[in-house]
């Protein structure tokens, strides 16, 4: 036994040592213990607060859950946009086929995944026109909201609480590729950003009464893609991942109701 100083002085040696030759004392079981802990503390939702008291809720929240069905072509980039910053700043969690890039789950595994996850779920037809002459009509789009529906049918439980928003470029552009869709409410966008954050705020209005006005939303859009180019470069900005822009917003969403509460 040695004396209270001896001690001390080995105790203290002990937490200046450099920290990799801590980890070389760690047991082996105590090496797995924390792998676990790391993986399930990245594992644990992140709460993202949108205006009013809004929160954009973590992936596995089914009554905040915003399937999208939608093109991911260029020419659709400024509409998609405008869509994932509408959805979060209502306070709702969008959910995307592309946010998820692992190659050995196959893309209709995924998206009836996301389906599945989600209460809302908003399937935009305008793309599916063929592009080129003698070019196929686009299907993907309609199929997915055939999996859509027959979720809500023949679901149980909260899968018969799905509800759908259609969206279009033209009026009656649905009649031409989805006859079977007459008598539903398809709101049409006009392919205008302002008028994709209108519709889509406006059907959010029917099920939170606390969403911002769409002049606000749209000012903020504004706001925030002006900065976003401004941080980032037009290259990056341009080419940023689905997965980032969607970050990126829910970062400024946070800081505009960090605002509001000061």
Known sequence: MGTDGELNAKVI????????????????????????????????????????????????????????????????????????????????????????????????????????????????????????????????MPFEIGLDFGCKKYGNGELNSKEILILAAEQYQYKKALSDLSGIDIQVHNGNAEEMIRKVRDWFYT??????????IWDDYNVFYADLYKCLGDKNANNMSILEFVDKVKEYVTSLRTQVNS
């Not at 450099?18 to 399930?40: E, N, R």
């Not at 099920?207 to 769409?214: A, F, L, T």
């Open 13 to 140: 040696k002990e937490q200046q040592e450099p920290l990799v030759h801590k980890k070389k004392q760690l047991h082996i079981q105590d090496v797995q213990c924390l792998l676990v802990m790391s993986w399930f503390i990245k594992k644990m939702p992140v709460y993202h607060v949108g205006l009013k008291g809004n929160k954009v809720m973590p992936e596995n929240n089914f009554n905040r859950n915003v399937f999208i069905n939608c093109p991911f072509d260029d020419d659709y980039k400024s509409l998609l946009r405008a869509l994932l910053f509408t959805i979060i700043h209502c306070g709702y969690n969008p959910r995307i086929s592309l946010e998820n890039a692992d190659s050995s789950q196959s893309r209709l595994d995924k998206i009836q995944g996301l389906i599945q996850a989600s209460k809302y779920s908003i399937h935009d037809i305008s793309r599916c026109k063929a592009a080129k002459k003698n070019e196929f009509y686009r299907m993907n």
């Open 207 to 216: 099920k939170n009464k606390n969403v911002e006005q769409p002049t606000t």
